[in-house]
């Protein structure tokens, strides 16, 4: 069973960067499909990108899109988020998530994927 470790949150200011880092550890990491989700409290999980098992594939979300980017490098079973021009609104919570299974289900839909990190905090300052 693959678990996954989130690292490299922090606070920044807005414009600035950060880089997320998702370690899997166990399992066969490099076959599953990868996202990246994030919540703030009182709020719905909320799907930021996602990445074929082989890096071919990735699709985001509309607001992030040109500023996020998400990769992977599955011979050291990591995936990564590199955030640039960071917004006050992306403050939130950011989980790493794998999709295990080969079932048919919308890949920005939380309800795909079936391992969880436990996040890392994301602040963004205006």
């Known amino acids: 069973q693959v678990q996954l470790v989130e690292s490299g949150g922090g606070l920044v200011q807005a414009g600035g960067s950060l880089r997320l880092s998702c370690a899997g550890s166990?399992?066969?990491?490099?076959?599953?499909?990868m996202g990246w989700f994030r919540q703030v409290p009182g709020k719905e999980r909320e799907f930021v990108a996602t990445i074929s098992w082989s890096g071919s594939s990735t699709y985001y979300q509309d607001s992030v899109k040109g500023r996020f980017t998400i990769s992977r490098d599955n011979a050291k079973n990591l995936v990564y988020l590199q955030m640039n021009s960071l917004k006050p609104e992306d403050t939130a919570a950011y989980y790493c998530?794998?999709?295990?299974?080969?079932?048919?289900?919308?890949?920005?839909?939380?309800?795909?994927?079936?391992?969880w990190g436990r996040g890392t905090q994301v602040t963004v300052s205006s």
């Open positions: 998530a794998a999709k295990t299974t080969r079932a048919i289900m919308l890949e920005s839909s939380a309800h795909a994927y079936d391992l």
């Open positions: 166990g399992g066969t990491f490099s076959s599953y499909r």
